[in-house]
């Protein structure tokens, strides 16, 4: 960097260096900012995963938009803006996403440890086939939520507010509600 010393540079000062090319100040930018944009994808609790391609997207997306950069000085207020906002599209991709029906089944399905004999489906059949259609009986939301909480071994009560885009604290109320209703279904 010819001009521009990267430790006290501006914001403005690197990303103009950077749009021209310059490695060394795209260095001191993503050195400088990829904290923020670590604390933005902590705040909206995703997985490694997701957290990599957002902080590659906010990346991307500075590229893309290097020259229309309006106010260069608040860089660290775009790329908050830009790393929050591929947080919210990567969620609202996954609300879409959310297994129920037979895909939900296959996934539980999978999670069930294998039956060790005859003589144990035999003995199980009967209970297993009544809360399963107690089980089918119930909405949506809560039949999929214990059909997650049944598989073994069970999925943590993070996974399952991963998977159903559920709050974690509102996973054990609506379980006891849940088991009440089948509780009083099986009764009969």
């Keep these: 960097m010819a001009n ?4 006290d540079s501006s914001p403005g000062e690197l990303l103009g ?3 021209r090319g ?4 795209w260095q001191a930018l993503v050195e400088r900012y990829s904290g923020t944009i670590a604390s933005v994808t902590r705040a909206h609790r995703l ?3 997701d957290a990599g391609d957002v902080h590659q997207s906010t990346w991307l997306r500075l ?3 290097r020259h229309r950069i309006r106010q260069p000085d608040r860089l660290g207020a775009w790329l908050t803006t830009t790393a929050r906002n591929e947080c919210l599209r990567i969620h609202r991709h996954a609300r879409r996403l959310i297994p129920s029906g037979d895909g939900l089944d296959s996934m ?5 440890p294998a039956i060790s004999s005859i003589e144990d489906d035999v003995i199980g059949a009967e209970t297993n086939a009544a809360v ?9 939301n809560q039949r999929s939520l214990i059909q997650l909480l049944m598989t073994d071994p069970a999925p943590s009560y993070e996974e399952v507010s991963s998977i159903l885009h559920m709050p974690v604290g509102s996973i054990g ?3 006891g509600r849940c088991l009440a209703k089948l509780r009083t279904r099986l009764a009969v």
């Excluded at 521009?4 to 430790?7: L, S």
Aim: no cysteine.
């Design 4 to 7: 521009v010393i990267v430790d």
């Design 17 to 19: 260096a950077a749009s």
């Design 22 to 25: 310059d490695q060394e100040a």
């Design 47 to 49: 997985d490694a995963a």
């Design 63 to 65: 590229f893309e938009h």
């Design 108 to 112: 539980a399905q999978s999670r069930q």
């Design 132 to 140: 399963l259609e107690a089980v089918a009986s119930l909405p949506v």
């Design 173 to 175: 109320p609506t379980r």
